[in-house]
């Protein structure tokens, strides 16, 4: 299983970036999908998530109304819109995929991208 983020890089405040993940070596359409990040000293934070079949998403209070998040399980892909970008958004942002199967939970992770909110 493989998960690949991309998209990451450095934006101005106000500014927008699209995160995408393509995921590889799994069900895709079987998967819920989440987008965490980790600021430096900080703890993983969960930011969105979307159910398998896309009709479901949430999202951490501080992300709602500048985030979305989307998936096309045509292409294995889950994305990330950020708007209105805030420099307490800077983080590396991951990518992960989940889903039980006979009882078992199973979790992978991307790599992470940078994700960089500066003047």
């Known amino acids: 299983v493989q998960l690949v983020e991309s998209g990451g890089g450095l934006v101005q405040p106000g500014g927008s970036l699209r995160l995408s993940c393509v995921a590889s070596?799994?069900?895709?359409?079987?998967?819920?999908m989440k987008w965490y990040r980790q600021a430096p000293g900080k703890e993983r934070e969960l930011v969105a998530v979307?159910?398998?079949?896309?009709?479901?998403?949430n999202y951490v209070d501080s992300t709602k109304g500048r985030f979305t998040i989307s998936r096309d399980n045509a292409k294995n892909t889950v994305y990330l819109q950020m708007n209105s970008l805030k420099p307490e958004d800077t983080a590396v942002y991951y990518c992960?995929?989940?889903?039980?199967?006979?009882?078992?939970?199973?979790?992978?992770w991307g790599q992470g991208t940078q994700v960089t909110v500066s003047s």
């Open positions: 992960n995929a989940q889903t039980a199967y006979s009882g078992t939970l199973l979790n992978y």
């Open positions: 070596g799994l069900t895709f359409s079987r998967y819920a």
């Open positions: 979307i159910n398998s079949a896309g009709g479901s998403v």
